[in-house]
């Protein structure tokens, strides 16, 4: 599976949209975008996934690269249950086995 | 809908002792089972996946197995633990319908002393 690479964290503006950033560039062409969160002390969430387009649900927003090798989640309004550690992973469809890096550490302030 | 229980939550047990985790998932059949473990500090590291009953794939190796006796049961288990084993252990759950979105359990926290 293709590496990704985040930043270790970040801090965000409660309310503000909040923009987490992951570059991909040796993503394959069958390989989708993956995106979880950890909140302390629980399990990993799924928040979204894409492959080519760009997609929208409840949680998120995931912006692709036209070239594929970088996208940005988006999270609308940020709030402080949003702070959590994010994690983007690329894989291929039906993989058995996601590879969970050290992720983004995202602190939404006051 | 599905769910995905796993236990206990937190546990405390001496270098040497057995160790058992158990996680269940209700509401699918035939899932992909995984088991990750997170060091303090540290990233989530794949130990276990499980594609039906019996079947048993190891990442890494390591004192812990795995078993899969019934299509929706997965135990984690050690016959004797090192402090090296203390950490938060997770269960999850995939299921090929759904791509790789994987769910997880609430976790159990094992320290090893």
């Known amino acids: 599976d293709a590496k990704t690479t985040q930043p270790p964290s970040m801090d965000c503006a409660e309310g503000r949209a909040a923009n987490l950033p992951c570059n991909h560039s040796?993503?394959?062409?069958?390989?989708?975008v993956y995106w979880y969160r950890q909140i302390h002390s629980q399990g990993p969430q799924y928040i979204i996934h894409?492959?080519?387009n760009n997609e929208t649900n409840e949680m998120a927003s995931l912006i692709i690269t036209e070239d594929r090798k970088s996208s940005t989640l988006i999270l609308p309004h940020a709030t402080l249950r949003d702070t959590a550690v994010y994690y983007c992973?690329?894989?291929?469809?039906?993989?058995?086995?996601?590879?969970f890096g050290k992720g983004n550490q995202v602190v939404v302030i006051p | 809908s599905q769910t995905i229980h796993q236990w206990p939550a937190t546990l405390v047990q001496p270098v040497g002792s057995p160790l058992s985790l158990e996680c269940t998932v209700e509401?699918?059949?035939?899932?992909?089972l995984y088991w990750y473990r997170q060091a303090a500090g540290r990233g989530l590291q794949l130990l276990f996946y499980?594609?039906?009953?019996?079947?048993i794939s190891s990442e890494v190796p390591q004192n812990l197995s795995a078993s899969r006796p019934q299509d929706r049961q997965f135990i984690l288990s050690s016959k004797k633990l090192l402090l090296s084993d203390s950490g938060f252990y997770l269960c999850?759950?995939?299921?090929?319908?759904?791509?790789?979105?994987?769910?997880f359990g609430e976790g159990s926290w094992l320290t090893v002393v």
């Open positions: 999850a759950w995939a299921h090929l319908t759904r791509g790789n979105t994987i769910y």
């Open positions: 040796t993503i394959s062409g069958n390989e989708y």
């Open positions: 894409g492959l080519k």
């Open positions: 992973i690329v894989s291929g469809y039906g993989n058995n086995r996601l590879a």
């Open positions: 509401g699918t059949s035939n899932p992909n």
């Open positions: 499980s594609v039906g009953i019996g079947q």
